[in-house]
Every structure is written in C-alpha cells, then in structure tokens.
C-alpha cells in the first residue's frame, strides 16, 4: 500500500488555500501515525520543491486521496483518469451534484457537506506552529528628497527578503480613510493593530514611531542615500535597529537586526519606550506660545 493524497493544492491551476493545505497535512500525519506510506502532490505554482502530480506516476500507488474542497470540475475528473488503476477516496470535500462524474469517479466519498448531515472539516484539527505576525510599512515615492531618493532599490530588496521568512506578514498603511473599508480610518484603529503585532519592518517615519510607541521593536530601513527622517528619528528615539539605504541593498543586510528584533534583548529594549525628551518639542511649543502672553 502506497497512498498519494492530493487536493486542490495539487492542481497546476488550483489553489492552495490555508484550509486546502491544512487538511492534506492532517491526513498525511495521521497516515504517518497509522504507518501507511504515502506522498503528497502540490502545485508548482506554490511549491516549486514539493512532489508534483505530472511526477507521482499511477503505478507507484494503490490509493489516490483528495482531500477538501468542492468535488467537482474537469481537473478532479481528469484525477480519475490517471489514476485509474488507485482505488480513489474523496474526504473533507462539498459535494454540489452527487451525480457529477468528479463525485462518481470516487470508489468512497467521505463528505463534509453536501450528502449527508455536516461534519467538521479536517483542518479544524490540523495542528499548526505560531510564527512572527510582522507588519510592513513602506513610504511612497517622497519626490521631495529628489535624487538621493533610493525607494525602488530598497523596496525591492526588503521585499525579496521578507518573501523568504517564515513569518506572517502584514502590509500595513499609515495613510487613513473613511471611504475604504481595507484601511484604518482613526490613529486609535491603527495602534490596536500594531500592539497585536510581534515586529514591524518599516522605511516609512510614522511606522518606526508606530511600533515603538507601541512597545514593538522595528526593522527600520532609510529609503534616502545619506540618511533621511527614518535615521534621525531612528537617533531620535534611541533605537538601533536601522538599516541605511546604501547598505540595503547589500546580501544579508537585514538579518542580524531581524534576529536582534525577536530576541528578548529587542523585546526589552522596545517594551522601554526609551524615548529621551519624548514629548520636547510640544514643550517648546507651549513655550512659545506662552511667551506672547500679556504679563
């Protein structure tokens, strides 16, 4: 017995949702735990290094598996074409038309919806490992730091290094609206999401400020050659974790104050709020206001 489990997931033009991967790693534990042999086919669209179904040859298996989502369509039907010679068990799936070939060409259906009364889907019981909820915050092009503007380059590379962490990442805007649901409309909105979060990579000021106010240490990058507002404030707030736009661009440039910031040092230091004279500059301004009082 050898058992290839598919889904979804596993089509070239499929989609490999959370709950489509979920599932078909919750069938292959527990195939491990039983002792059955098996391989799991995913898309080269999602994971280029994974067993692709154009190389699990039929006569390797005695089953095919399909696990969740809808039972229907020409590419769960060309399934039981290939594989022809597997027996074939549909589990976790909807079932739209029970009379549709893609339903029929199962020798067993195991339904979560559709024939029967419902039943919970597999990747409720999926076991997961919690990673770093990252937000990112880019700035836009800034036109008026002209030539020493470095955003394309910088961005470019912040973002095929963010790709390549295991992390959750979430882009994030400081821009706020009342006529766009995706953004936050009031500061109060936007600074619950960045206390829920475990890091924040920036090159935009107001996300450097952001996250620290917040207690969240930051990755923050200078889009500007020279330095711009990002390192000042950076100096400002007594924060190290800065990256220069000339050094951005470099292999490597971001991990050593990546891992700095997850490390209980980086936790520490921005749980501090070491913000020398935070709030000086509204103090000046009083000042001065209260300098052009009538004695």
Known sequence: MRVLVTGWASFVHGEATAGDVLSMSRVGAALTAAGIPHDMA???VYRADALHLSDAHSERYSHLVFVCGPAHGHQVRSLHER???CRRIAVGVSILDPGDAAVTGFHRVLARDGLSTPRPDIAVAASTTTVPVVGAVFAPGQ????AARRHRSVHEALLRWLADLDCARLPLDTRLASDDWRQCRTPDQLASVFA???AVVTTRLHGLVMGLRAGVPVLAVDPIAGGGKVTAQAAALNWPALVSAEDAVEAGAFDHWWRWCLS????HR??????????????ELLDELRAGLPV
């Open 264 to 267: 209980p040092a980086g936790r």
């Open 83 to 85: 594989y022809a010679s």
């Open 42 to 44: 995913l898309s080269p």
């Open 270 to 283: 921005a749980r501090r709020r070491d913000f020398p004279a935070a709030d000086a500059l509204t103090e």
């Open 143 to 146: 036109r008026e730091y002209g």
């Open 196 to 198: 829920r979060l475990d």
